[in-house]
Nanobody, 116 residues
Framework: QVQLVESGGGLVQPGGSLRLSCAAS????????MAWYRQAPGKQRELVGL???????DYADSVKGRFTISRDNAKNSMYLQMNSLKPEDTAVYYC??????????WGQGTQVTVSS
C-alpha cells in the first residue's frame, strides 16, 4: 500500500479558492481510481469526486462546476482545485487511492474552513 499525504488546506473566505494536493510515496502501483472525500463536523464522510486511471472524472452534485480533480502521474500526485468555495464546503478533506489489487490507501486529511 502507498502512503498518502494531503496538503493545501486552510482558511479561506466564501468565494475564494484552494488547491489541495495528495502526494503518494510510490509509483509502481496499478491504480484503479483516485478520489477526494470530505467529512464535515457531525456528518459522515462523503465522496467529493474522483478520477480514474484513464483520466475520467466524476463529481458530487454539490461541487460540480466548482471543483476540479487532476493528477500528475510523474509526481505521483493528485490535486483538488476548489473554486467559489462556500461555507458548506468546510470539512476535513481526504484523498484515497484505490488499486486493482490490495486495500485502498487513505491520507490523513487536511482541514478546509470556509468562513468570513
Amino acid at each position: 500500500q502507498v502512503q498518502l499525504v494531503e496538503s493545501g488546506g486552510g482558511l479561506v473566505q466564501p468565494g475564494g479558492s484552494l488547491r489541495l494536493s495528495c502526494a503518494a510515496s510510490g509509483s509502481s502501483f496499478s491504480i484503479y481510481a483516485m478520489a477526494w472525500y470530505r467529512q464535515a463536523p457531525g456528518k459522515q464522510r462523503e465522496l467529493v469526486g474522483l478520477i480514474t486511471s484513464s483520466g475520467v472524472t466524476d463529481y458530487a452534485d454539490s461541487v460540480k462546476g466548482r471543483f476540479t480533480i487532476s493528477r500528475d502521474n510523474a509526481k505521483n500526485s493528485m490535486y483538488l482545485q476548489m473554486n467559489s468555495l462556500k461555507p458548506e464546503d468546510t470539512a476535513v478533506y481526504y484523498c484515497k487511492y484505490s488499486y486493482v489489487r490490495g486495500s485502498p490507501s487513505w491520507g490523513q486529511g487536511t482541514q478546509v474552513t470556509v468562513s468570513s
